[in-house]
């Protein structure tokens, strides 16, 4: 029998950056969607999904309604200056990372913030995923970072899967210096969380 003054926990609004501009670049893409199923795009709980739609009504990026949340002009001018990226989606990448639940995010030009990559693998993880793999596509394909940027030696294409391959082609529409990141892990939240938290990096 559950004690009748036992303490609730109240789950704690608790999100970044990039989850905001994740939100608003979902409500941007929906014709309306409401709270609850924007909780479940983005794995965060609604303490924090009510947090951030507050936040972005307030500034006045989005209006709500009964049907949910749409954005506003001023909305669509803050996306169009902020970090561009899209909203991370699944990619079966399972034989390249070694984990079952994969998504991956191209982020627009990002190419020369990359080192090694490490920076994206220790974020993605510090989000809960299991590891990250940086893809930089360059000349028509894709490389990976240099392990010493230091020494200036040409890049060497990285021989993936031709479905991977082409399945972040047709996903991503990747251009010269675009950077396409994977965050891995056992689950769908750890993998999805991680890639936010790489996203938020470059912020």
Known sequence: MMNM??????????????????ALKIISNEESIGRKL??????????????????????????????????????????????????????NAKDLTLNNQNYGAIIKEAASKINDGMDQRDSAVFGGARSAITLIFKDNHFTLPETKPEIKIPTIKLNLKKELETELLDKFSPKNNDVVIISSAEDEERAFRGLVYVIESFI
């Open 5 to 22: 003054f036992e303490r609730k926990t109240i789950p704690q609004a608790n999100y970044t950056n990039a989850d905001i501009i994740i």
């Open 38 to 91: 924007l909780s479940k795009r983005i794995f965060l709980n609604e303490a924090s999904i009510r947090s951030i739609l507050s936040k972005l009504k307030d500034m006045g990026y989005i209006t709500s309604s009964r049907n949910g949340h749409k954005l506003t002009d001023k909305g669509m001018k803050f996306l169009e200056k902020s970090i561009q990226f899209q909203v991370p989606v699944k990619v």
